[in-house]
């Protein structure tokens, strides 16, 4: 616990299975308009979009629909949203969906009113500081993994550009309220609960990977990525557990809402390298992480041994009887590419889509963080990316 | 993760060395008069006093002073605050100490503006809806246990009657904001740091020994329990280790911020048993806690035997093998003991003050919750603080 930090998340967080009750409320303290974005059609399909339309209409609410939200929601998506914003006067941006729909919410949101620049360059770009109106956003979750719902992570992709780029907004862009019902994920596809889920564990490993010795932020990351790990076991032979699915929804919000990256440096090179991979290839998002993470954590245990020893103890169980911290360490590392293995989770880039011409183009657009244990190269990260091709 | 829950916490969070340094800020979202309230000379001594007091000059407020607040503080300390907020019509309170000093801030905030009734009767003893005005409370904190820095608890003695009882006030009552500089509890006793951390723990085990099973809020605790452990091991022997006491003053505060008491019914009956202790004898609340929570433990275990197991094997690295569910149970809350010994915590009621006379009075007056594993009689308090003489 070395860093100073500032800890401020004001989401509220209705969870469970009655939490969509508290929609009522909540809707009574925003004025009369209502941008309500989702994606495709799985809310129309499982009734979600028609109850949250009835209690819009309950509630005296005028409804903007904005519909076909894609995963890696994109700049044209967002910009549709702005000029609904500005021309409806809107009073609050309802996402309905996975991350992607909150993502773009909250692009939206920073987008409708910004002047004289374009916003993706103005925010996810430059990162300037946010001084035009923004519109409140809120949540009804539906997918787990990305943690937007408590958080003011917006991750854009400009088409054009073959840039996929995220940005952590202040508190003031966080969701206003989020409403989580496990019961809404148990229609997700196994491919996709599993890919949510490595979502959630590498937001938790790329925290934890990123400084020496070990405080509180570390225990509390050790705890949620133990419970991901049994809770997925459960969930893969029981998709209807209600109990492991509200644990791996509970713990994928955890994961990041800024209270996991307290007082750490923080890595995220793997979500670089992925978020480029994401815009080259539109994989799920997970299946990507975790493509990356093994090569990558291979390559640089060696510079942060001591926190790879901890997680193959403390996370994997393993014993470090009459072993050197290298072995412990790589045991670690290789108990997780077994739990991907036993997950069904897709660590090979050609069947997330990718081609071998593909890999440079990736490579060279991946921007370098360095604040990990070791600071790759271009050919570091090339060479990562032909490891799991 | 069964139960429905809703979380909101709203306080702002300054951690650090360098983390007074937010208090201009801050200030400057508040009136001009400042309540400024603080126990007895610790913070004159280490020079926090003059630094704040400056602080609060260059941002020109008008401060009024209540010190003396006491450890338990007591309703007569409330009523004196109380009168100072209405006659000098304070626009903030800046509670300066510890737990003990936060609760009463919080207690003079409700009780301020209270009419019709006696505060205490109406929101301690009937908790009642708030609906009068309160004044705004923010901290800095210089002692480690209690959590009152981020959240609504707020624990008060009636001396006359004898009667110390606590309530969880709602987000609107929580501390706008608390400074936390692991430095300024450098000073703090051995004695005092060793009762702060074990009231951390008792927070967690009261929380967690609660249910059966085992949802993300059980990890998280075993977590906390574990940083608990290890940092105050290190404490004990270099008191002035800045990254062990900024450990267990994260710790304490995650301890009992509401999320991880999320989903769990809580039992909070040790708390309940040593408030009326602590009433009778004014002893350190987290050796009266360790002092109790010991036979209890072992009265109630046999209820909830598949959460002790998880305790040994979790917390304390128990082997389980070859041994039953009720060995290994037993052989964690052994551990627990071991620990209140190398770590000096008074666990003889008679050392902390206690006469074989009082006993039958505060077993009388110990108010039964009946959340955890069993409900207790009187005969079954009365035993366990029997058992602790």
Redesign the interface.
Known sequence: ???????????????????LT?LNDELTQYGDTVLLMYGRNAIKSNGLYDQVMTILAETGKKVIELSGVMPNPTYEKMMEGAKLVREHNVSLILAVGGGSVIDCAKGVSVSAYCEGQDPFQKYWVEHQEITNKIVPVASILTMVGTGSEMNGGSVITHEESKYKVGRAFPAKVFPKFSILN?EYTFTVSQYQMVSGVFDTMSHLMEQYFSDQ?A??TD??I???L??SIDNLRIALKKPND??AR??L???AT?ALNTMTG??KTQDWQVHMIEHQLGAYTDCAHGMGLAAISLPYYRLVYKFGVEKFVRFATQVWGISAEGKNPDQIALEGIAALEHFTNECGIVTSLQELGATKEMLPKIAKSTTIIGKGYKKLTDKDVLEILEACF
Chains 1, 2 share one sequence.
């Open positions: 616990m070395q860093l100073d930090f500032t800890y401020y998340n004001p989401t509220t967080i209705h969870f469970g299975k009655n939490s508290n496990p010795g405080n509180t225990y509390l050790e705890g949620l133990k419970s209600y109990e509200s644990n929804m509970w713990n955890l307290l007082s």
